[in-house]
């Protein structure tokens, strides 16, 4: 049989030619070597082969190890910023047509979500029956704390009524705004005895005509809000221009999450409730505050009742308003996680776009949204209050700032009533020692009996102190009344 003709250096056809790496196949055979042979097949060792097959397995590169995926900063948009973006979305109620001035791109879309999603279990369905027609209302009211708890609405501090006997240890978010507008307030200095200074304003309030039982806020939104608006469409404009897809559609997705929210939100009202007081109801006066800060609030118990016992809350028109929030809180987290993944998939020059984009709004919620958030405040503030009269003075120490407080409140219709004047001074003053129960008696019986609060030997030489040291601090006290005491005069 004739064999095929072969060049020289071409391998003898059926020669085993191995195509593992790594493998040794021996000294190559040549046809001119005498030792030659067309028919000749090189072994190789079963041992070897698979020692150097496992070796190449282990050593093989991971099926991540050549992309080009990275996690970048970019991505990481949607859990920064989340506070700032949430009071501006949770003012949209108040803001005439704001809601349709929510669609841009902005960052905190992770915590908006999760905010939302906690929203959504604070829903309460306004249950009683509509008298006229006999059907269920179809209204919701939704908690907005968990809104702007961020922004200054927290609950206000303890009240604690002189006449009514009302205590509460919470308040509403109006007597907050009451207390951080006292606190900046600058007061006159008393001079005494000092020890830790006690601040005392003593708030005179009045009915304000356009106080109702339910009160709805309408403000002008600023015109700035345009600006994160078009800079959003440019920017996924300019993407999808250079084909920047990754982010153009990331863009885009954050302009409908925060729409879509800003639309809902904004279909409903920000109402102020507050309870109407009985007919024949006593004074409101009461001391809201503690520790250092002590407002006295003078006035009808109507107006009292909306400091301490109003509050906020959103009313939707439908039942399904359960249903958008959750939905919301889907969309918002869905983008933030979205983000994370795609945003690195862009080229520099997209991401460069996204990021414009969100730093674009987080300085309009950061900067200009923070000075109309504070005007927002004080307009409900005095929509529902007005303008109260603040007198405010810092005394050197507790004891006279109460003593201070009980001059306030004799000068009413019940003066020099022993019990409400007793009961004062044990909410803000020690009780049980015998020197400071000694000291309230002596005030008490001046007060009521409507003797001058000057003071002497036989006053802190009382017979029921044997001790030296207990008699030297009730002259000390007596001297604090003797300083409220001129303070009050002073103020006339």
Not at 48 to 72: C, G, M, Y
Not at 108 to 113: N, V
Not at 302 to 313: C, D, K, L
Request: aromatic share 8%; glycine share 8%; net charge neutral.
């Amino acid at each position: 049989m004739d064999l095929p003709q072969r060049t020289p250096g071409q391998p003898a056809s059926g020669t085993c030619r191995s195509s593992l790496p790594g493998v040794y196949k021996g000294p190559e055979v040549s046809d001119d070597s005498p030792s030659s042979n067309s028919n000749m097949i090189i072994p190789l060792k079963v041992s070897d082969t698979i020692e150097f097959q496992t070796r190449s397995l282990v050593t093989d590169p991971s099926p991540l190890a050549n992309t080009k995926f990275i996690l970048d900063s970019a991505s990481v948009a949607g859990l920064l910023g989340g506070e700032e973006a949430m009071s501006t979305v949770a003012l949209a109620q108040i803001y005439d047509r704001r809601k349709w001035l929510g669609w841009y791109n902005t960052p905190g879309s992770y915590t908006m979500g999760k905010r939302f999603r906690r929203l959504a279990h604070s829903i309460v369905s306004d249950s009683p029956a509509n008298p006229s027609s006999g059907a269920k209302s179809e209204m919701v009211h939704i908690d907005p704390t968990l809104l702007l708890q961020h922004d200054g609405w927290s609950k206000g501090p303890v009240f604690k009524g002189i006449y009514s006997g009302t205590s509460m240890h919470e308040t509403g978010p109006l007597a907050s705004l009451l207390m951080k507008k006292c606190i900046r307030m600058s007061g006159t200095k008393v001079r005494g005895r000092t020890t830790q200074p006690v601040n005392v304003t003593i708030a005179k309030l009045e009915q304000h005509p356009r106080l109702q039982p339910q009160m709805r806020f309408h403000h002008s939104p600023p015109i700035c809000a345009i600006i994160p608006i078009a800079v959003s469409l440019a920017t996924c404009a300019i993407c999808g221009l250079y084909g920047e897809w990754y982010a153009f559609f990331m863009i885009l997705l954050g302009i409908l999450a925060r729409g879509l929210t800003c639309v809902f939100i904004g279909s409903g009202d920000l109402v102020f409730d507050h309870p109407k007081s009985a007919e024949g109801s006593p004074p409101g006066d009461g001391i809201l505050g503690c520790d250092h800060e002590l407002i006295l609030l003078r006035g009808n118990e109507n107006v009292v009742n909306a400091v301490t016992r109003g509050r906020f809350f959103y009313s939707f028109g439908s039942k399904n308003a359960c249903r958008m929030v959750e939905l919301c809180s889907f969309f918002l987290i869905a983008q933030a996680i979205v983000q994370l993944i795609c945003v690195p998939q862009s080229d520099l020059f997209g991401q460069l776009m996204f990021v414009l984009s969100i730093a674009t709004s987080w300085v309009y919620n950061l900067l200009f949204l923070s000075v109309d958030k504070v005007e927002v405040r004080h307009e409900i503030f005095r929509s529902v209050l007005g303008s109260p009269n603040l007198e405010k003075s810092v005394f050197p120490n507790r004891s006279s700032a109460v003593v201070s407080l009980l001059l306030s409140v004799i000068d009413k219709a019940h003066p020099g009533d022993p019990e409400t004047m007793k009961k004062i001074m044990d909410g803000l003053l020690p009780s049980g020692s015998l020197v400071w129960e000694t000291w309230k008696g002596i005030v008490i019986e001046h007060l009521t009996k409507r003797r001058p609060l000057h003071f002497d030997d036989t006053h802190w030489n009382h017979q029921d102190l044997p001790s030296e040291t207990d008699r030297s601090l009730l002259r000390t006290l007596l001297k604090d009344v003797e300083t409220a005491c001129a303070a009050s005069q002073s103020s006339e």
